[in-house]
């Protein structure tokens, strides 16, 4: 069986409630299938999973949880696509025996699409059409480009359990702890579906805001939040804005997107749980 080195995620106890979350059809997705859970990441010798069936998305059908104690193969809960194998959901690389073709299903099971950011000795970036086949390249992670927030937020991990800094206005000499990662997480939740808006920029480049296309600009009120893992920022950065009409805005600086939120006292509500 063939090895490849991945980082996965230990998952722990704690669970975001998610509210006002929705799919494309406006239908409340399902708390379990987009559940967050108190995580770590480590370094693992992974065995990929092979598998007898790919996957037609488009044709694929549910199948009764009565039924699923001991199927094997894919599946669709609501909008996600699973694998189950006896009975059991998998995780990480699975890989046609046939074909070849390979897959990725993250910490929850769900098959990712579109562009996926994964860990393995590095951060790269990877591809995967619209029926989860990987196009079999590693990418840089400059090559990064989630089309939505919630493909973002698919893709990171923020454990409850990690301490979190509050950088007020860009001064890091003005570094205070922030206290509920919940309350963040829950905010960008609500705008799973929204479209991300990207500035043209060279990967590295120091920016901490998505200024040209966004029509923000320095000097608003923001925070930027962080956490670290020994020593490592373990995530990227979540940074949040506010404008003179009071409009609230989170970006990237790591990958150089943004959006505007629907929840227009955002920056003010998170603003809350930063120790003076």
């Known amino acids: 069986m063939r090895k490849f080195i991945l980082i996965i995620c230990i998952t722990g106890a704690m669970i975001i409630t998610l509210t006002g979350c929705r799919d494309a059809n406006n239908s409340a997705m399902s708390h379990e299938a987009m559940k967050h859970t108190d995580v770590k990441q480590k370094i693992?010798?992974?065995d990929i999973q092979m598998i007898k069936s790919d996957v037609n998305v488009e044709a694929l059908a549910s199948v009764s949880d009565e039924s699923l104690d001991n199927y094997t193969g894919w599946t669709k809960e609501e909008i996600y696509t699973y694998y189950y194998i006896n009975g059991i959901k998998q995780t990480g690389w699975l890989k046609h025996e046939d074909t070849g073709n390979m897959y990725f299903l993250n910490h929850?099971?769900?098959?990712?699409?579109?562009?996926?950011?994964?860990?393995?000795?590095?951060?790269?970036?990877?591809?995967?059409?619209?029926?989860?086949?990987w196009d079999g390249v590693?990418?840089?992670?400059?090559?990064?480009?989630?089309?939505?927030?919630?493909?973002?937020?698919?893709?990171?991990?923020?454990?409850?359990?990690a301490n979190y800094d509050a950088i007020?206005?860009?001064?890091?000499?003005?570094?205070?702890?922030?206290?509920?990662?919940?309350?963040?997480?829950?905010?960008l939740i609500k705008d799973f579906n929204a479209i991300l808006i990207y500035d043209e920029v060279s990967?590295?480049?120091?920016?901490?805001v998505v200024e040209?296309?966004?029509d923000i600009h320095r000097g608003m009120d923001d925070i930027f939040i962080r956490t670290h893992n020994?020593?490592?920022?373990?995530?990227?950065?979540?940074?949040?804005?506010?404008?003179?009409?009071?409009?609230?805005?989170?970006?990237?600086?790591?990958?150089?997107?943004?959006?505007?939120?629907s929840t227009p006292d955002a920056y003010d509500e998170i603003y809350k749980y930063i120790d003076n």
Request: hydrophobic fraction near 40%; aromatic fraction near 20%.
């Open 44 to 46: 693992y010798t992974f």
């Open 108 to 133: 929850n099971g769900i098959m990712r699409t579109g562009w996926v950011a994964i860990w393995g000795n590095t951060l790269n970036a990877y591809f995967f059409n619209e029926n989860g086949i």
């Open 138 to 161: 590693e990418h840089p992670i400059s090559a990064y480009k989630p089309e939505t927030l919630g493909a973002f937020l698919l893709d990171h991990y923020y454990p409850f359990s």
């Open 230 to 261: 020994n020593g490592k920022l373990a995530a990227p950065g979540l940074h949040f804005s506010k404008n003179n009409n009071g409009d609230s805005f989170f970006h990237s600086p790591f990958y150089f997107f943004g959006v505007k939120l």
């Open 168 to 187: 007020i206005g860009n001064n890091f000499n003005n570094i205070r702890k922030f206290t509920n990662i919940e309350v963040a997480l829950n905010i």
């Open 203 to 208: 990967y590295g480049e120091a920016c901490f």
């Open 212 to 214: 040209v296309n966004l």
